[in-house]
């Protein structure tokens, strides 16, 4: 992991804070990727929230900003002792999803190739909530190249909030995807700020 961040400074460095980066904090507030504090499995897993509709490739935003979005969120994620012994659970809801609007092949290529084998982090399973036939393909294809069987594995398409019944209260998930949380990621981003200054 050390000689992969030295290898992309750029992506993921000392630079990566959110008190340090207003372009960071612009594409983090259209929440694409979030960890709601406390929202876990039954069994503890943290839980990050997708969704790939917010993720507006044409509002000027780069591969690079995406993946350091992303990176920071599962950074702060891996603070957590439960991350460790868990390992993460993703909730992506695709409902909206445009390939044309919402995705870059580049943003799976740097995100995978350093998450497999560099990022220690371990994805304990990955529930892609609603998909559109046009993810299917594109996913079919991009999990075959990138992601190990392992990994694979573990990628759940589901059509309902139903059926994580047995895994999480749906009832602790966002409004916007079916559940009855309220989380305002304003207020999270400033206490990232303050916490970063703070030291």
């Given amino acids: 992991f050390c000689e992969w961040k030295r290898a992309n400074p750029n992506i993921f460095g000392d630079s990566l804070r959110l008190s340090k980066d207003e372009e960071?904090?612009?594409?983090?507030?259209?929440?694409?990727?979030?960890?709601?504090?406390?929202?876990a499995t039954k069994t503890g897993s943290p839980v990050l929230i997708g969704r790939l509709r917010?993720?507006?490739m044409k509002d000027g935003r780069t591969v690079e900003g995406v993946c350091r979005m992303i990176?920071?969120?599962?950074?702060?994620?891996?603070?957590?002792?439960?991350?460790c012994d868990e390992g993460i659970t993703i909730v992506h809801d695709l409902k909206g999803?445009?390939?044309?609007?919402?995705?870059?092949?580049?943003?799976?290529?740097v995100l995978f190739g350093a998450i497999f084998g560099h990022f220690p982090i371990r994805i304990k399973n990955?529930?892609?909530?609603?998909?559109?036939?046009?993810?299917?393909?594109?996913?079919?294809?991009m999990s075959t190249v990138l992601f190990p069987a392992k990994v694979r594995e573990r990628c759940v398409f589901i059509d309902s909030l139903d059926d994580l019944k047995d895994v999480m209260d749906t009832d602790l998930l966002l409004k916007d995807i079916g559940g009855k949380a309220e989380f305002s990621l304003d207020d999270w981003v400033e206490a990232q700020k303050k916490r970063e200054e703070d030291g």
């Fill in 24 to 39: 960071l904090v612009r594409v983090m507030k259209t929440e694409v990727i979030v960890h709601p504090p406390g929202l």
């Fill in 71 to 83: 990176f920071y969120n599962m950074d702060r994620i891996l603070e957590l002792p439960e991350s």
């Fill in 54 to 56: 917010n993720n507006d």
């Fill in 126 to 141: 990955l529930y892609l909530l609603k998909a559109p036939f046009v993810f299917h393909a594109f996913f079919r294809v």
């Fill in 97 to 109: 999803f445009n390939p044309s609007n919402n995705a870059d092949l580049g943003i799976p290529k």
